[in-house]
């Protein structure tokens, strides 16, 4: 296990770096520091996918239990079937205090993002490359978490998760976490113009690599889109999945792998 790994074994997640609103806390999990997963997953997955390719599923069941009791999390996190779309789901109903019990009663519906005005409520997001978004009122009584692969960025995923919160967008404020980085994130023609199709002022995020391919700064690419809605307070968006190999899963880097979760809640 590299230095990197074993530091990470007494927090085995990033806390999000942003000026968090009073009571919400955010962060992203570490492929390492805790977990059962055997390699490629190795060892702290909490993706369930049941592809042939995917984790054995007892021991995601057991790695997010293990989530929920080393954060102290308040209740069991609102796992969503993400499927890059634009798709966001309010979860404003009432919480099961222990969170344990609960997390073999919450059903995963299909979305890719997710909001809530209620306190003690975990929303999750899972990725290994593509962008996890969480967002706050500034009053910190409302949160909201977003899954934006470039399919959703594209489409305004993003911009759906902003129209989907209670509070003004100009009292909103984001974090993006880990996930594919500007010097390693190379796309083809397809993905340029889906972008492009938005506006020119995506051009900027664009570095010409090789013929017909591009590096792409999403990070870059979420903030405009943000700042377009009226959300300015955009934080993060420089931890790269693609080459930090020692803390995070990457789909891009390593095909068959876990995913890391980032979660948001507030008391």
């Not at 909201?144 to 998760?161: I, K, N, R, Y």
Request: hydrophobic share 50%; aromatic share 8%; glycine share 8%.
């Amino acid at each position: 296990m590299t230095a990197a790994s074993s530091e990470a074994a007494a927090t085995p997640w990033i806390e999000a770096a942003w000026p968090a609103p009073p009571g919400v806390r955010a962060f992203t999990t570490l492929r390492y520091g805790a977990g059962r997963s055997l390699s490629p997953f190795d060892t702290f997955n909490l993706g369930n996918r049941t592809a042939a390719d995917g984790d054995d599923p007892a021991v995601v069941e057991r790695n997010r239990a293990e989530l929920i009791e080393r954060a102290a999390l308040p209740s069991a996190p609102r796992w969503l079937k993400q499927v890059h779309g634009t798709d966001v789901l309010r979860f404003d109903g009432p919480v099961v205090e222990d969170a344990a019990a609960e997390e073999h009663a919450v059903k995963e519906l299909v979305a890719d993002a997710a909001a809530t005005s209620r306190p003690g409520v975990v929303l999750a997001i899972l990725t290994a490359d593509c962008l996890p978004v969480v967002f706050a009122a500034d009053d910190g009584r409302e949160i909201a978490a977003a899954h934006a692969g470039w399919p959703g960025l594209s489409a305004g995923m993003l911009e759906a998760t902003v129209a989907a919160m209670r509070a003004p967008p100009e009292r909103v404020l984001a974090w993006i976490g880990p996930c594919a980085g500007p010097a390693r994130y190379e796309i083809g023609v397809e993905v340029r113009e889906r972008f492009l199709a938005w506006g020119d002022a995506a051009e900027v995020a664009f570095v010409a690599t090789r013929p017909g391919h591009w590096l792409v700064d999403l990070p870059a690419i979420a903030r405009m889109r943000l700042a377009r809605v009226g959300v300015h307070r955009v934080y993060g968006g420089d931890l790269c999945t693609i080459s930090d190999s020692a803390r995070f899963f990457s789909h891009r880097r390593d095909g068959r792998t876990g995913r890391m979760a980032s979660l948001v809640w507030w008391a």
